[in-house]
């Protein structure tokens, strides 16, 4: 619309100038054929409204022109024109008026580039839509990465190391920093950290399934808390180990890692050395929270009715009774302690069978009993430990311990 309006305003300007030089008005009674001449000066300056193009407009002002010659010619023959006629002002101005309008033919012809191109709705043929290639539109939103995957540099390499997406995006705003991250300046940084901390290139994938927000940490700060664990005289292949098993040790502070070290081991008494070996054979203790830590440590001294020794020699033996259900934990103690007879001593030795199933616990003390073997005091004949009752498969525990057959041990549990 704007290309029109200056078109037009151009048109009227053309129009002006060329009434401007028409015949003065004393001067057209003489002749129509000047009438009729006048009249198609600007015939050629007007617009193209109902379509027709400038340079037929210019071959009708020609012909036109061509036409307002007289029929008979002068006395010589010759074909005189009416403006041969006229006085040499008057023929002057005809002159000047009858190069407006290629004028206005050049400007029109200029502006007739303006046109803009061919509509969207435009018909195309068959070929031409085939080699026609759209790009997937981005969601503006999802409740899933799998929509991001193909727009994303970084989703598409992780999902090739084997990041399980499906996972991430159930974890608070992780699939948010994903989307965030650039994979050659954010992402490979990390990885390359990761390898050489020792994590496997296998394990890089689950790994970042289950902390895919190590990607936004600050490379320096995990440096830093490497070089604090190193600090601590742990080894590298035991800080593997730590960050291979519970991934989210490297998102803790320096200051929380050491909190953490000091409460297991004023908490427990521990020595140095004994902290250290707690932490790399159960290390999501220094992930995890500690309230469950201190109720399970309550509950092991006040309602089970352990010593601090023991509770020491326990945890030591067994760091996941600090994490593991207080309900299950006093429902094995109570059929170990109160049903079996095994003394808090005993069970301090052998605290492994608090990680046992209380079901399997109940069937082959049943059968020891239906056979008369059930016999757990050291100083007796005949005895049997707790590591033998609850570590050993069925075809060794029957036919080692229980003194009996597979088969025999299979019918008596049908009579439960």
């Known amino acids: 619309m ?194 050489d901390v020792g994590v496997d290139d296998n394990q890089l994938g689950p790994f970042l399934t289950k902390n895919p927000y190590i990607l936004g940490e600050d490379l320096e700060a995990l440096e830093t808390r490497v070089a604090y664990l190193k600090s601590k005289k742990f080894g590298k292949t035991e800080i593997a180990q730590m960050v291979s098993r519970a991934p989210y040790l490297l998102l803790f502070s320096v200051e929380r890692l050491d909190n953490r070290l000091g409460f297991f081991k004023n908490e427990l008494g521990l020595t140095v050395k004994k902290t250290k070996d707690l932490v790399i054979r159960l290390p999501r203790l220094l992930t995890g929270k500690l309230e469950p830590v201190k109720e399970n440590l309550q509950v092991c001294q006040i309602e089970l009715g352990f010593q601090h020794n023991e509770i020491q020699q326990i945890v030591f033996k067994t760091p996941k009774i600090l994490t593991a259900s207080k309900k299950r934990l006093r429902q094995t103690f109570d059929y170990l302690h109160n049903i079996m007879g095994i003394s808090h001593h005993m069970l301090a ?23 008369g073997r059930a016999q757990y005091d050291p100083a007796k004949p005949s005895y049997i430990s707790l590591d033998q009752l609850v570590s050993l498969p069925d075809e060794v525990f029957c036919t080692e311990i229980a003194k009996a057959s597979i088969q025999d041990f299979e019918k008596f549990l049908k009579t439960l």
């Not at 090739?160 to 989307?179: I, M, P, W």
């Not at 650039?182 to 390359?192: H, P, S, T």
């Not at 030795?349 to 056979?371: A, D, G, Y």
């Open 2 to 195: 704007a290309a029109w309006a200056r078109q037009g305003s151009r048109w009227r300007g053309l129009l002006r100038a060329a009434r401007a030089a028409a015949l003065p008005r004393g001067l057209s009674g003489r002749s129509r054929a000047a009438q009729v001449c006048r009249g198609f000066v600007p015939l050629a300056l007007l617009p193209s409204r109902l379509g027709v193009p400038p340079w037929r407009l210019q071959a009708y002002r020609q012909v036109a022109q061509g036409s307002c010659s007289p029929a008979g010619g002068a006395e010589d023959g010759s074909v005189s024109s009416p403006e041969s006629r006229l006085p040499s002002p008057v023929k002057q101005e005809q002159a000047k008026a009858e190069t407006l309008p290629d004028l206005s033919a050049k400007i029109l012809y200029e502006d007739w580039d303006d046109v803009p191109p061919s509509p969207a709705l435009e018909k195309i043929s068959e070929e031409e839509a085939v080699q026609i290639i759209a790009e997937p539109l981005l969601p503006l939103q999802s409740s899933t990465l799998r929509d991001y995957v193909d727009h994303s540099e970084t989703l598409t390499k992780l999902v090739q190391l084997g990041v399980d997406l499906s996972q991430v995006e159930k974890r608070q705003k992780a699939g948010q920093l994903l989307l965030t991250l650039d994979f050659e300046k954010d992402v490979r940084k990390i990885l390359l950290f990761l390898k």
């Open 349 to 371: 030795l052998f605290p492994q069978v608090f990680n046992s199933k209380l079901l399997r616990i109940k069937e082959r003390h049943m059968f020891l009993t239906f056979l």
